[in-house]
């Protein structure tokens, strides 16, 4: 893409461009600031490689348009195919495994499919309050929320049970997850020996690709030697065809759909949850409002998959969590032809841009003057119905926009109610809020000590 009319930070150098001041472990924090002040787009210059950045809302609205831009699966995501391969993620949507893998799984979310996960959902929220009913001091946020969201696609969409809150540490999937994940995002890093340093070496990854298949493929194993009538993700991918060709997921592809399903069906909530309890923790009348809402929307039934929905401004929390930090911190779109973006930039067929999601989500001219201030109120239905349309994008966009965002809501909202009902949260006032990356974002380092309220719910384990 010709970027000569585009901005980027002073002092660009020879060779290695805008390298200084970057950090690898943060990219999306470092893109930040390199683009603070620059205005709606701008670039970023690493050696050869120079990559365009658009955080403005109206350059974002034509960015979203379906007929001009598609999902480009670039730098990251591409990488992330050593690990996923054709899954539904990280495929190239002319791939004829994403439209028939998308069609075959959309049932899978479907709102009699979300009825179904609700009480498995319930089942391991239970878990974590039994965990959390018997902490004796601080529990780590990010780490209870991950065995939330891992245990809880693993038995909702795969009837298998990690064992996440039987263990001290994360499950031996996860670990490799996390150094595979870094491993593929760092390969786009030019100097080997830094590359190294900070993800591991060629065979450890190998390893960790090993254990993630290993287990997705005793996980398939099991279930082909069993049978069963589930229609989860699994039974789908296994014995459903597409509803009009009939045609069936390959195995290679269900093995990547499976690794897919799992990575990107907790990672991302498992953030969502983690921010929302931060930014309760730092505003307790918000907290206050929230628990309100669940104790008069739900008293003290066990909620039932109805209930859910019902929490309106538990949802909002989240929402508003990920306007600040939506844990997928961006997606890419090319252009589907020659063309012109913003009357001002030319782009050829197939050149792309990157969405920094934290960006657009403060884009000032939408959010008012005070785009860090945590507001839930943002999200009331007349403000929402002022804003434009594009303003708010943490599942993404157009066809390739998240297929598993009614889970992740459902899921985010039940837990989220279920902690607020029935614990007062002491957090440390001195933490300062420290964000890791990895392929999404999570708070590191926040702790609270869960206390059981005194007028907590019948929901015990
Ligand atoms: Mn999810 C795609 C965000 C939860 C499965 N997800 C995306 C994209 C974003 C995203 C953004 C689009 C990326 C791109 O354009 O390159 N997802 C989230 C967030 C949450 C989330 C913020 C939780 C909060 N995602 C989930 C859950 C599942 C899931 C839960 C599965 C159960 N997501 C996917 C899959 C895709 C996706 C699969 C790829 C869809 C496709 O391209 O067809």
Redesign the pocket.
Known sequence: MDTTAIPHRPGRLPVVGDLLGASLRTPLQSTMRAGAGLGPIFTRKFFGLEIVFVAGIDLVTELNDETRFG?HVGLG?ERLRAVAGD???T?HTREPN?RLA?DILQPAFSAESMRRYHSTMLEVARELTAAWDHATGPVDVAADMTRLTLET?GRA?FGYRFGSFERAEPHPFVTAMIRALRYAQLENVKLPFVRRALAGSAAQNQADIATMTNLVDEVIEARRREGGEARDLLGLMLTEGHPETGEQLDPVNIRNQAI??VV???E??SG?LSFALYYLTRHPELLEKARAEVDAVWGDREPAFGDVAKLRYVRRVLDEA?RLW???PG??REAREDLVLGGKYPMRKGDSVIVPLPMLHRDPTVWGPDPEKFDPDRFEPAAVRKRPAQAY?????GE??????Q??LH??VLALGIMVQRYDFEADPAYELKIAESLTLKPSGFTVRPRIRERATALTA
């Open positions: 999902k995501v899954g539904l993620f495929a994403w998308h696609i969409g897919t399903f990107a069906g907790h991302t909530t969502a990920m939506p844990t997928a997606y890419s994008k943490p599942f993404g966009t390739r926009a998240c297929i598993g965002r889970f992740a899921e985010a």
